[in-house]
C-alpha cells in the first residue's frame, strides 16, 4: 500500500481562515449599507434645486410669466413647498418605521443573503424611478410619494440583515469598537450621496438619483455572490458571545453584569463537531418574546429621540445652510457632509469607550447631555464664520450621530445574543428590527416636525431638537443607575468588601 500524498503547505495556507471570512463580512456588510445611506442621500440635496431663489438666476428667459417661481419643479413651486418635502420625507420614513418592525422578523426566517441582496436590488429600482421623474417631466406629488414609499419599504431589508451577519462573526469583547468603526458606512454613506448629488443637482438633478440607485443595484449583486451568513456555513467556529468556563475562555468574551453564565458559554469545539446544528435547533424568537430582554425597551424608545435629531440632520441640513449662510446648492450640500465626518469620529469614540468602561448606556447618556449646549451654539454662532460652521459641524455631528451608532450596532448586537436568550442564535434580526423600528418613528417625525415649525424660525427647530436630546437621556436614567451599581459592586468586591 502506497502511503497517502501529503498535502503540501502552500495550499493550505491558500485556505481561507475565520479571520479572512470575518474581515470579508466586514466588507461587504460595511459596502452594503454604505450604499444604503447613498441611496437616501440625495433627496435632501436636492431639496434646494426643486424650489430654488430664481430671482439669483436672473428674468424669465421664457418671458411668458412673472412667477417668482419659474425656476422651481411642479408640484413644488407655490408657497406650501416645506410641507410638501416634508411629506416627501415623512413618504419613506413612516413606510421604513411600519416596514421595519416586520423586516425583523423575515430577515429570522429567510436566507439574509438572499433578503439583503433582492432588498438592494429593489431599493436601486425605486431609487431610480424618483430621479426618471425628471427626465420623464412628472409634475405630479403622487409619483413622487409611491416611489418614496415603497424605497422606504424596500430598505428595511438592510439594517436587520448587516447587524445580523456582523454579530454572527464578532463576539462581544471588542464589539463596541469594531462595530464603532464598522457604522461609519451611515457617514461614508452620506458623504458619498452628498458628493454624487451635487455633481448633477444643478444641471440634471435626476441622475443625483439614478447613479445611487446603480451602485445599490451592483453592490447588492456582489453581497448576493460572496456574503456568508454563519461561521458554521464554512466550518468556522462560531464566536461566543458570553463567559465560558473558569479555565478556558474565548479571547473575545467579556464577563456579563446582567446575569448568570448562560448557557451559550460552551466550548467552540462542541460547536465544531456539528456546525449547521446550533443555526437550525432553536426557533425565531418571537417580537414580544424579544420586548422582554432587559434593555431593549429601554434603548428603543431612546432611540427614537435620538434618531429624530440625527434624522432632521440628514434631511434638513443642507437646506437650512442654504437659508442662513446663503451658500448655493452645491457648496450647501458640500459642507453638510462634515457633520457626518464627525459621526464618523464619535461612533469610533463611543465604542472605544462602551468597550473600555462597559458602560454602553452611560457613553450614550453623557454625549447626549454635551451634544443639548453644542446644537444650541451651533445655531446662534455656527454661522458666524467658515472655521466657526467646520468645527460646530464636526462636533456636533460627534456628538448627534454617537449614541444612535451605539445603540444601532454594538447595543443591538448584545441584546440580541443576551444570555437570557439561553444560546437562541436566532434573535439578532428581530432585536435589531425592533431597535431600529422605533428609532425609524422618531427618524419620521423629525423631519415632519422640521418641515412644520421651520416656517415659525429656524429657532424653534433647534429648541425642538434639544428637547429630544434631554428626553433620549432621561429615558436610559434605569439603565445608566444599573450600570452604576455594577460598577460599585465590582469596586467592592475588589476592595475586600462582600456585597449582598
Request: proline share 5%; with cysteine; net charge negative.
Amino acid at each position: 500500500l502506497k502511503p497517502p500524498i501529503p498535502v503540501p503547505e502552500t495550499l493550505t495556507s491558500l485556505l481561507p481562515s475565520s479571520h479572512s471570512y470575518r474581515g470579508l463580512t466586514l466588507v461587504l456588510t460595511f459596502l452594503s449599507y454604505t450604499s444604503y445611506h447613498l441611496s437616501r442621500k440625495p433627496i435632501s440635496i436636492v431639496k434646494s434645486q426643486l424650489h430654488p431663489n430664481c430671482s439669483a438666476l436672473g428674468p424669465n428667459p421664457h418671458n411668458d410669466s412673472n412667477s417668482t417661481t419659474w425656476c422651481s419643479w411642479a408640484p413644488f413651486d407655490g408657497d406650501n413647498y416645506k410641507e410638501l418635502f416634508g411629506a416627501l420625507d415623512n413618504a419613506f420614513l413612516v413606510a421604513y418605521a411600519i416596514g421595519m418592525f416586520i423586516s425583523g422578523i423575515f430577515g429570522e426566517r429567510l436566507p439574509l443573503r438572499y433578503y439583503l441582496s433582492g432588498g438592494m436590488v429593489l431599493s436601486g429600482l425605486f431609487t431610480a424611478l424618483f430621479g426618471l421623474g425628471y427626465f420623464w417631466n412628472i409634475h405630479v406629488l403622487w409619483y413622487f410619494i409611491v416611489v418614496q414609499v415603497c424605497n422606504g419599504l424596500v430598505q428595511t431589508t438592510g439594517w436587520p440583515a448587516v447587524v445580523a451577519c456582523v454579530g454572527n462573526w464578532f463576539g462581544k469583547g471588542k464589539r463596541g469598537l469594531i462595530m464603532g468603526i464598522w457604522n461609519s458606512h451611515t457617514s461614508v454613506g452620506n458623504i458619498l450621496g452628498s458628493l454624487i448629488a451635487g455633481a448633477w443637482v444643478s444641471s440634471a438633478w435626476g441622475l443625483s438619483f439614478i447613479v445611487p440607485g446603480i451602485i445599490i443595484t451592483i453592490v447588492g449583486i456582489i453581497c448576493f455572490f460572496f456574503l456568508v451568513e454563519y461561521p458554521e456555513d464554512v466550518d468556522c467556529n462560531p464566536p461566543v458571545h458570553h463567559v465560558m468556563t473558569t479555565s478556558e475562555k474565548d479571547p473575545e468574551a467579556v464577563i456579563s453584569n446582567e446575569g448568570p453564565l448562560s448557557l451559550s458559554g460552551q466550548s467552540s469545539v462542541d460547536h465544531s463537531n456539528s456546525p449547521k446544528e446550533p443555526a437550525e435547533e432553536p426557533e425565531a424568537i418571537s417580537f414580544f418574546g424579544a420586548l422582554r430582554i432587559p434593555g431593549v425597551v429601554e434603548f428603543s424608545l431612546c432611540l427614537l429621540f435620538a434618531k429624530l435629531v440625527s434624522y432632521t440632520f440628514l434631511y434638513w441640513l443642507p437646506l437650512y445652510i442654504v437659508n442662513v449662510a446663503h451658500f448655493g446648492a452645491k457648496e450647501a450640500g458640500d459642507l453638510s457632509t462634515l457633520f457626518d465626518v464627525g459621526g464618523i469620529l464619535g461612533g469610533i469614540f463611543a465604542g472605544l469607550i462602551s468597550d473600555y468602561t462597559g458602560g454602553r448606556a452611560t457613553t450614550c447618556c453623557v454625549m447626549l447631555v454635551v451634544a443639548a449646549p453644542m446644537l444650541f451654539l451651533y445655531n446662534h454662532v455656527g454661522q458666524n464664520g467658515i472655521g466657526t460652521s467646520i468645527a460646530m459641524l464636526i462636533i456636533c455631528g460627534a456628538l448627534v450621530n454617537g449614541p444612535y451608532a451605539l445603540i444601532t450596532t454594538a447595543v443591538s448586537a448584545d441584546l440580541g445574543t443576551h444570555e437570557s436568550l439561553k444560546g437562541n442564535a436566532k434573535a439578532l434580526s428581530t432585536v435589531t428590527a425592533i431597535i431600529d423600528g422605533t428609532g425609524s418613528v422618531g427618524a419620521a417625525l423629525g423631519p415632519l416636525l422640521a418641515g412644520l415649525i421651520s416656517p415659525t424660525g429656524w429657532n424653534n427647530v433647534f429648541y425642538m431638537l434639544i428637547a429630544a436630546d434631554v428626553l433620549a437621556c432621561l429615558l436610559l436614567a434605569r439603565v445608566v443607575v444599573k450600570e452604576a451599581r455594577g460598577w460599585c459592586g465590582s469596586m467592592a468586591r475588589q476592595r475586600g468588601y462582600v456585597v449582598a
